[in-house]
């Protein structure tokens, strides 16, 4: 069934995926973004993926999918532009991803974090309450799980010590939620948390575009291998893994969109009234693909893709950066029927088609 979903930070990275997701299973969506982290020609390449023409070169009667997609340049803390949003759109649910995301930044500037992060989302939570919207995917990480947690992740696990105040906000979001739940059981709640996203759509027209300086990895490989970065820095060659250096669980971009829509469904569910209510409440998921890789074994499969070399030099390790963690992914499995589909080599090839078809991302 067709639905309109407000969509928030949905020129950022994992937003613009999404809504791609969404637009092909028929969906409208409503895009809020203040571009503080995008640019708005996402919008453009958004709709020459699905094929959305714009209205102003219409031509004969082929646009029957014109309306399927609406950008509003704006705030989640402007609370008239929510009331109103609300009021204009027919929103029957909302997946959340505005937010800053630059864990270093967020030591620098804790109240830039919290404002944006934990007030933004309270903000969004009371409009919608209003507006009598309580459907809500949110973009939470695995960085919950804390720094002393035994791998593999699992979602029973309690959440654990945040060593930063961006990683404190998501945990502050997911339990902010999960007292809404508590108080009002018409809600209905997925706290998705991710582990390290990567990769681009497979059209090279869309994917990452970090401001300055990436602070991820594959960003910086992908920026050494055009040409843009002379060499990468390896934080740490002394970890406790197999070759020394960090391993997370990389996922497609894409197959991280597709969750959501998996998630999104699953919590939309007709609640039953006995035990084992399906759709309502609070659902937490790991959208990860349980698998982990090292730092020298994405540079290795970037180099096979792309056919460059990435000169790295081994350096210190980096503050607040762990060894090794990566997800169960068998509860999603489970509930949402979602399993990452997308290998290391697809990632690693989608990225560099991204970076070489874009050298200056959207710019
Ligand atoms: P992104 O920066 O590319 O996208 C976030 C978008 O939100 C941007 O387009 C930005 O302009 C917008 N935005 C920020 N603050 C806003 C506000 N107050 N009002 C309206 N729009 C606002 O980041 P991303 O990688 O796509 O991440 C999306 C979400 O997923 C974030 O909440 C992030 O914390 C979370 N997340 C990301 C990762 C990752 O590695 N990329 C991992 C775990 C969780
Ligand atoms: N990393 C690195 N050099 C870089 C960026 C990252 O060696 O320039 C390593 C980092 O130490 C970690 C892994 O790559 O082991 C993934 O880091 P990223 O910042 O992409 O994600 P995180 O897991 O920190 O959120």
Redesign the pocket.
């Known amino acids: 069934m067709t639905q309109t979903i407000l969509v928030t930070g949905g020129c950022g990275y994992i937003g613009s995926h999404t809504v791609v997701e969404l637009l092909q299973a028929d969906h409208k969506v409503v895009i809020l973004d203040n571009l503080c982290n995008s640019s708005a020609k996402v919008i453009e390449r958004i709709k020459a993926i699905v094929q959305i023409k714009d209205q102003t070169h219409a031509e004969g009667n082929t646009l029957a999918n014109d309306d399927s997609l609406t950008f509003i340049e704006g705030d989640i803390r402007d609370e008239a532009l929510l009331k109103q949003i609300f009021i204009t759109h027919p929103i029957t649910s909302v997946i959340h991803f505005a937010g800053l995301k630059a864990v270093g930044e967020s030591v620098s500037k804790p109240l830039e974090y919290y404002n944006n992060n934990v007030y933004g989302t309270l903000c969004l939570c009371q409009a919608m309450n209003k507006a009598n919207v309580k459907t809500i995917v949110f973009s939470s990480s695995a960085t919950v799980y804390g720094e002393d947690a035994p791998v593999p992740y699992n979602e029973a696990m309690p959440m654990g010590n945040t060593s930063n105040p961006y990683g404190t906000s998501k945990a502050m979001v997911e339990k902010m939620l999960a007292d809404q739940c508590t108080a009002d059981p018409q809600w209905r709640v997925a706290q998705l948390r991710y582990f ?1 996203p990567i990769g681009a759509h497979k059209s090279g027209l869309i994917g990452e575009d970090p401001k300055g300086i990436p ?4 960003p ?1 490989i992908s920026q050494v291998a055009i040409g843009k970065r002379k060499e ?5 060659g002394d970890y406790p893994t197999p070759d020394g250096t ?1 391993i ?1 669980d990389y996922i497609h971009v894409v197959d991280l969109a597709k969750g959501h829509l998996k998630a999104l469904n699953h919590i939309q569910q007709p609640s039953e009234k006995k035990k084992g209510e399906k759709g309502q409440g609070e659902h937490i998921w790991n959208l990860g693909t349980g698998q982990g890789y090292s ?1 020298l074994e994405v540079i290795r499969a970037f180099e096979q893709a792309s056919g460059k070399n990435i000169p790295y030099q081994i350096k210190p390790r ?1 503050n607040g ?1 762990l060894a090794a963690f990566w997800a169960d992914a068998n509860k999603a499995k489970a509930e949402l029927n979602w399993v990452a589909a997308y290998t290391l080599n697809n990632m690693v090839s989608d990225s560099w088609r991204w970076q070489s078809n874009n050298p200056n991302g959207y710019s």
């Not at 990468?232 to 740490?236: A, D, K, P, R």
């Open positions: 390290n602070n991820n990895l594959l910086y990468l820095s390896v934080f740490g960090g997370r730092v980096r950066d």
